[in-house]
């Protein structure tokens, strides 16, 4: 027999709706796979909507890259996609980067255990300055390659730069505690370092719309290694976190964040001039 | 109501005076920007994007003062920008790219956004590469990225810097026609050093040279300015402002005309040529007297 067997309009349209039962869809989409003419019949069938949906649907899946992995590792602990994006568009959140500070941290806090005096010394330059660092390379001209495009979008600079300093310190400062409390002498000393960390990053942040964060920081970096150094050649390296100076760092800080908090409309270069 | 009025603007680098008591007003259509290097028009641009404050002068856009923090929000929720130089994350591929700045945009719902992403690529023709990383894109590439960036949300004021340097004919060509469709409801201001894209795209056209405006009105009026200056020759006369050799051999004459010359219809770029040419001339002579 020579007659040619199309699949007949109600059983087409059932598929085409759902309708039909496993055996007959099956059947159906056998005859579909080689017969051009029912095919066509079918698309005039098929709701427009749902298609064009799930063919967006399939492209956004396909076309939509998937992120990089310090991205997907702050979005594993919690983090939103958004903050996620907004954080890894900077350098403090590269992989090079955390992992170049995470062994400097690492093998600081492991020399300040095994090495005495010296290895102390290390550590509490090292402990206070990785966050100091990190938030110089998280906001500002010096860190954003994009900074110029940012400015010029209604996202508030302070909201961005709160967004990334708490980011940094999340990501920089558990590490440097978890070794502290390895740190022979009182158990103080395992947090001591965090006032200096606090005074250097707001001090870096309040002078950044003048000086640049690189630059601040580098300066930062530089007067408190040799701070600790010069404790260090006296013999006595703590000298640096003892009380005296934690109420002279903690009030720099809190001088410094006013000054921010006071003038942050200076953050946007648009504000500099008003 | 204008979308940009600028009055008595300047701004100033140190000692170098970037721009001097500048007076504009914009609304919606193309406007072009030309002008030599150092003439001011990022300068402009970088104000209009809220990018740079301006030293003097009054600056209202979308009848907002971007001085204050309310108001330059207000206005970047209306902005599209594209500088003429950007740099771009480390490691974000050209989707993840647009879509942190969909982000810093406000758009916080991550469907519509992904679909607004994938819709400025395909405008300027980089949906086929959103996959990829913007360090394996080519320079062309890179530019209408920065370019896709800038129509997120079809803003009512693009300003784009430079729009077309580094495109081939076939991608200006593509990207006269969205920015022709974007410029019929918006307010499009591009600066260039191409007269034919001036002549392709825009309305109106602002001639800046050492800060100042030089000429602002229609294509038209620059182009007739020059009618009776520009002459074809055999040979090139040496007191021309400007003067070359054509691909047909003969010589096209901008100025003062060689004694066998025939007038001929001058285009923009002629226009402009003399506009810059004579400013630089009188700065000459009043600097001499």
């Not at chain 1, 059983?11 to 080689?34: D, I, N």
């Not at chain 1, 003419?37 to 098929?46: D, V």
């Not at chain 1, 010069?230 to 800080?253: F, I, K, S």
């Not at chain 2, 856009?61 to 594209?82: K, Q």
Request: hydrophobic share 45%; charged share 20%.
């Amino acid at each position: 027999m020579s007659a040619v067997w199309h699949v007949d309009a109600t059983a087409l349209a059932a598929y085409a709706e759902g309708r039909c039962t496993p055996v007959a869809g099956a059947s159906v989409e056998a005859h579909l796979m080689r017969c051009r003419s029912c095919t066509a019949g079918l698309r005039g069938l098929m709701p427009e909507e749902p298609v064009e949906r799930a063919w967006r649907a399939v492209r956004a899946h396909v076309e939509e890259p998937r992120a990089g992995a310090i991205e997907r590792l702050l979005r594993l602990v919690g983090v939103s996609a958004e903050s996620a994006r907004l954080l890894g568009a900077v350098p403090a959140f590269q992989g090079a980067w955390v992992l170049g500070l995470f062994s400097i941290t690492v093998f600081a806090g492991v020399a300040a255990v095994f090495a005495g005096d010296l290895g102390m010394s290390l550590f509490l330059i090292v402990a206070p300055l990785a966050p100091v660092a990190g938030v110089a390379a998280s906001f500002g001209g010096d860190a954003d390659p994009a900074h110029e495009l940012e400015v010029a979008t209604p996202y508030s600079s302070l909201r961005l730069l709160l967004l990334r300093t708490a980011g940094v310190l999340a990501t920089s400062v558990p590490v440097a505690m978890l070794l502290g409390l390895g740190l022979p002498g009182p158990a103080w000393l395992a947090v001591a370092w965090l006032t200096p960390a606090l005074t250097g990053i707001a001090i870096t942040l309040a002078l950044s719309p003048y000086v640049g964060t690189t630059t601040t920081a580098a300066v930062i970096g530089a007067a408190w290694s040799l701070g600790v150094l010069m404790a260090d050649r006296a013999g006595e390296p703590e000298t640096v976190v003892e009380p005296a100076m934690q109420l002279v760092l903690a009030a720099l800080a809190v001088i410094a964040l006013v000054h921010l908090v006071l003038n942050h409309p200076t953050l946007d270069p648009a504000g500099r001039n008003s | 109501m204008n979308t940009v009025a600028l009055s008595g603007v300047g701004k100033s680098y140190g000692r170098n005076t970037a721009l001097a008591d500048v007076t504009l007003d914009l609304g919606p259509g193309i406007t072009g920007l030309l002008g030599p290097n150092g003439a001011g028009k990022t300068t402009i641009l970088r104000i209009l994007a809220t990018a740079l404050a301006a030293d003097q002068g009054t600056v209202r856009i979308m009848g907002e003062d971007p001085r204050s923090l309310t108001g330059r929000t207000t206005v970047r929720r209306h902005l599209g920008y594209a500088p003429q130089e950007t740099g771009f994350p480390r490691g974000f591929t050209a989707f993840s790219f647009i879509d942190y700045l969909a982000i810093l945009k406000e758009w916080s719902d991550a469907g519509t956004r992904h679909e607004e992403v994938r819709r400025v690529l395909e405008l300027v023709d980089l949906a086929d590469v959103a996959p990829k990383r913007v360090g394996a894109l080519s320079g062309g590439q890179r530019r209408r990225l920065v370019l896709a960036q800038a129509l997120l949300g079809r803003p009512d004021l693009l300003v784009l810097d430079e729009p077309t340097a580094g495109l081939d004919p076939a991608q200006r060509g593509r990207l006269r026609d969205v920015l022709g469709q974007a410029g019929e409801s918006a307010t499009v201001v591009i600066s260039t050093h191409q007269t034919e894209d001036v002549a392709a795209l825009c309305e109106r056209v602002i001639v800046l040279d050492r800060g100042q405006v030089l000429f602002d009105g229609r294509i038209v009026d620059l182009v007739s300015e020059a009618a009776g200056r520009v002459w074809m020759s055999d040979t090139r006369q040496p007191t021309a402002q400007y003067a070359w050799r054509t691909g047909t051999g003969r010589v096209r004459n901008v100025g003062d005309p060689p004694p066998d010359a025939e007038l001929i219809e001058p285009a923009l770029e002629d226009a402009y040529l003399l506009l810059v040419g004579d400013a630089a001339d009188d700065e000459r002579l009043e600097s001499a007297s």
